[in-house]
């Protein structure tokens, strides 16, 4: 079946130091990939996609690369701010499915 | 413009109860889901409705769950005889679809179920 595995958190950064969050999935086919961001206390947001191998998605300074050979979709980051501690998800939409299928999430907490 | 609502945004039960979470998706978006999150099993998909075609009720954890979607806009899910192991925030989303395209779900806040 389909499956993402993230990095356990919580991850305790200092602000301005570098993010990188792990993300490996399992799927047939090609799948979409994501990343959702959730800020305390509120809602599930879109952060980043990439809908095929190789691309690059980025959005307020994160990104994350489609890598086929390693079945992977990484966040970094090169200097989070206070203002990014939130949980991460790591999510994939299997081909032909609508659904989305969740990692596990990952807290970020940064430190001034 | 307005995003997807959910109500109640907290709701307290007494195990065997039945309750029912409602959501209000953005105007014009023909997908619907519903999704849990809760601490032992992150966030899972429940169930999907997409315009008039039968809904995918693949993720529905037992027969104690269902939902509908009424006039292809509101969804209401139903939780009969509630357990302890229901408690979880259900979280629902809506995206517009066609053309054999999936587009960004937009979720809600939320809907916050406590079992006691």
């Known amino acids: 079946g389909n499956s993402v595995t993230q990095m356990e958190g919580p991850v305790t950064l200092s602000e301005e130091a570098f993010l990188t969050i792990n993300c490996t999935y399992t799927?047939?086919?090609?799948?979409?990939l994501f990343w959702y961001v959730q800020y305390p206390g509120e809602g599930l947001q879109l952060l980043l996609k990439?809908?095929?191998?190789?691309d690059k998605g980025s959005n307020k300074g994160f990104e994350a690369t489609y890598r086929k050979e390693t079945t992977s979709f990484h966040l970094e980051k090169g200097s989070v701010q206070v203002s990014d501690s939130a949980v991460y998800f790591c999510?994939?939409?299997?081909?032909?499915?609508?659904?989305?299928?969740f990692g596990s999430g990952t807290r970020l907490q940064v430190q001034p | 413009g307005a995003g997807v609502s959910q109500s109640p945004s907290n709701k307290v039960t007494e195990k065997g109860k039945d309750v029912e979470l409602r959501c209000d998706p953005i105007?014009?978006?023909?997908?619907l889901y519903w999704y849990r999150q809760s601490l032992g099993q992150g966030l899972e998909f429940l169930i999907y409705?997409?315009?008039?075609?039968?809904?995918?009720k693949s993720g529905l954890p037992s027969d104690r769950f269902s939902a509908e979607r009424t006039g292809g806009s509101v969804s209401t899910l139903t939780i009969q005889r509630t357990q302890q192991e229901d408690s979880a925030v259900y979280l629902c989303?809506?995206?517009?679809?066609?053309?054999?395209?999936?587009?960004?779900?937009?979720f809600g806040p939320g809907t916050r179920l406590t079992v006691t």
């Open positions: 989303a809506s995206s517009l679809e066609g053309g054999g395209i999936s587009y960004e779900q937009y």
């Open positions: 799927a047939t086919g090609y799948p979409s």
């Open positions: 990439a809908t095929k191998a190789d």
């Open positions: 999510a994939l939409r299997a081909t032909g499915r609508r659904a989305l299928t």
């Open positions: 105007s014009g978006h023909t997908a």
């Open positions: 409705f997409q315009g008039n075609s039968a809904p995918d």
